[in-house]
């Protein structure tokens, strides 16, 4: 499925396939999970080499930049939530003369977004070109992180307080899959960096990208991202670290009591095994309160025990 939104008559607008001519030079075609067979008919429309599609889509999901021929290959790394899961997806970015080609399997949000905005508001693009459209496209994406990490940051500060609060399990599986989360965002967010850190310096991309004043921001922007996601990581590395301190204090209370109700029973057991030995001769076993006295020194131990473990502070 593919969507063509052409700059005709100074605006952009959604046209169908039978209205693309040879006379439409600057264009954004939008390709979601295309396959071969529709991505060769448009690329030939185009007179872009057809041999170059199984380059193109190839499932290649690291952020990258390649100059193949007279196009831009690049690969960016997006956001993306499925089955309210989040997860990170390859944006395919192909410029060719006067085309933007967008190719991409998920939906990505901040791409529609930008698509449908600008065939209605321009305004932000401060010019109508390859290079302002890309960088556009680019920073929006990475907006869309920014925004994903900041809703990160607070849901990982509730978390803290109730793990440490409830030790609650769905609390730490949350706790593991928010570090994996940010993990994978990390690895997409620094190969992203990469890209732009590209067409900023490399001068062979001057043909595709003329102008690279806004990229340095978004570099400076993606960096910055970058710590921010470390930080949170960071944070939940020590919410861990808290919650099995605290963990391991519940425990010592627990086997602190244990061992103070061991120790109360030591003198009744003491007694009562003494008692319990077969010797013929043992002080007051024939004697008539013999029971009730022995009965009395255990629970006096008993009481003994437990009062040196108050007077001690073991309580």
Known sequence: MHSIIAYKNGIFKKIG??????LIRFSIIDFTDPSEAELKTFLDRIEFDVSYTDFILS????????????FLYIVFGTSISKNKQLGTAPLIIVLYKGFIILIHKE????????????QTDTSRLVKLSISNILYQILADINDDFVAIVDKLGNEIEITE????????????KRVYSLRKTLLFFKSVLRRNNNVVAMIIREETLRQFI?????????????NQLINLVDFYR??????????????ANRLNEIMKYFGVIASIF???????????MNFKYIPLASHIYGFY??????????????AIFKKKKWL
């Open 293 to 306: 006295i022995m009965l009395g020194i255990m629970v006096v131990g008993a009481l003994i025990t437990l």
């Open 17 to 22: 396939d039978e209205e693309f001519n040879s």
């Open 266 to 276: 030591l003198w009744p057991v003491l007694v009562s095994s003494i008692y319990g």
């Open 210 to 222: 003329k102008d690279t004043s806004n990229y340095s921001p978004l570099y400076n922007s993606i």
């Open 107 to 118: 939906h990505i949000k901040p791409l529609s977004d930008l698509l449908d905005e600008i």
């Open 234 to 247: 960071e944070m939940l590395t020590e919410v861990m670290q808290i919650y099995e301190g605290a963990l």
């Open 59 to 70: 499932k290649n999901e690291i952020p990258c930049i390649v100059h193949k021929g007279d």
């Open 161 to 172: 307080e109730r793990l440490v609060k409830f030790h609650d399990q769905n609390d730490v």
